[in-house]
């Protein structure tokens, strides 16, 4: 195709796919089952569904279906944001004097500031659908609490979100933001639910943790008549409702003839790299084609890079299902001065197949080098990222560099989740220079790992 | 057409205005010179050149070319965010139940939050193309600083912004942001200029205004060797450059078969409407089509609805050129409750003549109505608007509701000119209750009214 790439590639809204790509369908070795904490048998949907929706609960233990398609009301959603840009970086190229090629997927776009959207939007519409009041969930660094409560006021669903208390405290905006959708927002650990008043007198001064926020969300939704709880990352559900990033970019490359050699994408809990690998992954699977995939992860909470892969808990208060993954155990906390999100202790169990079987590699990066490839991009493609999303620019900057070095014309595609306009604390620590890295001893990390279950 | 019109209408990068359009050279009564406050004649080139780029000079005075090519490097910049979405509201007019079909073009979705970039680039541009080592300029509530630091770093240009020092206080993460694109952002009133010490000796608890921030930034680009001013709104040139945003609009509105009736823009100094409108303005002049023009401003700053059309000084030192516009006088502050930008004391010369010739209307809204908008709109539409923005939208939902009660199938057109992340303390007190409104008395506005200069 000779005709020139645009800086963005717009699909139309025709062209929004009809249907998530189920990436476990194509999988030779299936994600491991979750399993009750209790029986160490493998979740049944009776079991889950007293905490998630019911049809969300089909789609958590669905491992065959390889379309599933996405209902009307959440497409008629979808239009108002997406398809989201993929955008070719011609800037960042020039200014690092690369033969790379280099493209991201911008889901940044909606006032979430991230891709939590693309599932918050799917998860409140399943608990509308089932006649529920409301749901619950936490939040850490902020992105999925909002995305939740602009999905809720939609519906008009209640909305009670648990926020990690140091980002509370922290993130007075980001608070403010859910507010103004009409979420109840309450610093976790709270003395609202039985997990968090256990908490609160065992460690009375602790800032909390998405552990923590995650039981207190939990209880909070199996106590009320009408609720369900609902998350973000981790969970199967969110990587296949994520898999519309994933198909609008591959569905926008396969319209110029682009084939990309690396994806990449940083990866907390795993949604927006599964959900930007899923169809390309399928592609992989079906041997259509190669790619190679990398996670990006903080090196101060390193779960693919130097977790364990087990069955863990996937809360501090050990209320949920338990789940297998990479993961650095769940008392893991990452040291206070890491900023922004990716600090969950786990790693989403497709994932975490994935990299066990070799299809995906990962690597760890310390967060002032983050900082810097973010001023970086920021400063010649305009956008301000989050720090999330920074983790894949290092990387693909790293890329990039590389073929500098070789004079390779890779063609390199990463998922830019979001956007850092609620971060500017950690910004303004990094143009200071008082922004530290920080990365695990190797007994931080066996002692965390000492409260795995046996299973 | 029978095609149902998408939620977002994308030109093609290809689609990508190649002129600005001057509106002056369609009006038959130009708006009134720039004119030198000692010698009361119309300043010329050479008395401008020291403060203004020359290219930007001449553009300011030139009322007779209907267009002016934008230039390959500046369009290339655009591409990066350009063509920007125009956006059918059909979830507010779902949850309006108006048959009003409304429209937005969105001018958010970029890293300055607003529309003010479109301006900065070309300036910045210009600025390069001319040798200068840099520009200085003021900011206030924060976007026009961000964008010009946006547009100094992609030319590798130095950016000294001299910031409204209660919004420096109050916005700490504004600064942050052009601090990451590598602008220097000094409080003003500053010890840092002449005419910045002698307000600070004379009100030295005062909080600065956008007047004594614009009088330090001249000061400080006429004194340094190799800089010039920029400034954001107000100035013919920066209603031209705006003007890409009507341009855009109008051709994705021609593409559909859309017609606007009421074209809205809120109007603080007048670059966003007079940017969205010129085109639309130009046909109308024309005698090619009709449409109602509906300037929205704050009762606590009614340049228009409430001011004199007369010569006044454009800054509180009275070290710019005078301009006649509708003003309230360059003394005059507005009341410090006064959340968001569209606190200038008087317009853009290019409105101010259109609205004393009755082509374009203006209306004033109060602030909590203002944020109740806002809030509605986020809550269907998605999007978080920036105060400012949001008077637009009052009076979009006003003409909406009222086309329900007469059952008119009006169409809307308004200006969203940008999001509100950075405004979240105004939210939380519209959120708490504590957000008051404020109407200047007549004795307020003939008592800053004294000073304007007998010309």
Redesign the interface.
């Known amino acids: 195709m000779s005709e020139k790439i645009?800086?963005?590639i717009?699909l139309?809204?025709n062209e929004l796919p009809d249907s998530w790509y189920n990436v476990r369908a194509d999988m030779k070795n299936k994600p491991a089952p979750l399993i009750n904490p209790g029986t160490h048998k493998p979740c049944t949907a009776d079991e889950l569904k007293p905490v998630f929706c019911e049809e969300l609960v089909k789609q958590e233990l669905n491992d065959t279906d390889a379309y599933i398609p996405i209902p009307d009301g959440i497409r008629e959603f979808y239009?108002?944001?997406r398809p989201s840009p993929l955008i070719r970086a011609y800037?960042l190229e020039k200014k690092l004097g690369t033969p790379a090629k280099i493209y991201y997927k911008f889901e940044g776009?909606?006032?979430s500031?991230s891709h939590k959207l693309n599932s918050a939007i799917a998860q409140a519409y399943y608990a509308k659908e089932q006649g529920l009041k409301g749901v619950t969930t936490e939040t850490g660094a902020g992105q999925w609490g909002t995305a939740m409560s602009?999905a809720c006021?939609?519906f008009d669903l209640d909305c009670q979100v648990y926020m990690v208390k140091v980002s509370y405290e922290q993130k007075?905006?980001r608070r403010?933001?859910m507010?103004?959708?009409?979420a109840k927002v309450t610093p976790s650990p709270s003395d609202t639910t039985e997990v968090g008043r256990k908490i609160l007198s065992e460690f009375p001064e602790t800032g909390g943790s998405l552990g923590c926020a995650i039981s207190e969300a939990v209880e909070a939704a199996v106590t009320q008549e009408g609720y369900r709880y609902v998350l973000g990352s981790v969970l199967s559900q969110v990587v296949l409702h994520q898999s519309v990033i994933g198909l609008e970019a591959m569905a926008a490359m396969d319209k110029y003839g682009i084939k990309p050699d690396v994806i990449i994408g940083c990866a907390g809990g795993g949604s927006n790299l599964g959900g930007l690998m899923s169809p390309f992954v399928g592609r992989k699977l079906r041997g259509e084609a190669d790619y190679q995939f990398i996670a990006v992860e903080p090196a101060s909470c390193p779960s693919l890079t130097r977790g364990s892969y087990l069955y863990d808990f996937c809360d501090t208060g050990h209320v949920c299902p338990l789940a297998k993954m990479y993961t650095l155990g769940s008392e893991f906390m990452p040291s206070p001065n890491h900023a922004g999100g990716l600090r969950y202790h786990g790693m989403s169990s497709i994932l975490s197949q994935l990299y066990h079987d070799k299809i995906l590699q990962a690597r760890s990066v310390e967060q002032t080098a983050v900082f810097a490839a973010a001023?970086q991009f920021?400063?010649?493609?305009?956008?301000?990222p989050a720090p999330e999303s920074s983790h894949a620019i290092k990387v693909a900057i790293d890329e990039a560099m590389e073929c500098k070095k070789t004079g390779e014309a890779k063609t390199i595609l990463f998922g830019l989740t979001g956007?850092g306009?609620?971060d500017?604390y950690a910004?303004?620590a990094y143009?200071e220079g008082t922004m530290t890295d920080y990365i695990p001893t190797d007994e931080d990390i066996a002692k965390a790992l000492k409260n795995v279950p046996k299973v």
Do not use: W
């Open positions: 645009p800086y963005k717009y139309t809204e239009r108002m944001y800037c776009n909606n006032t500031g602009m006021s939609y007075p905006f403010e933001v507010r103004t959708y009409g001023e920021a400063r010649v493609e305009g956008i301000l956007t306009y609620f500017m910004y303004k143009n």
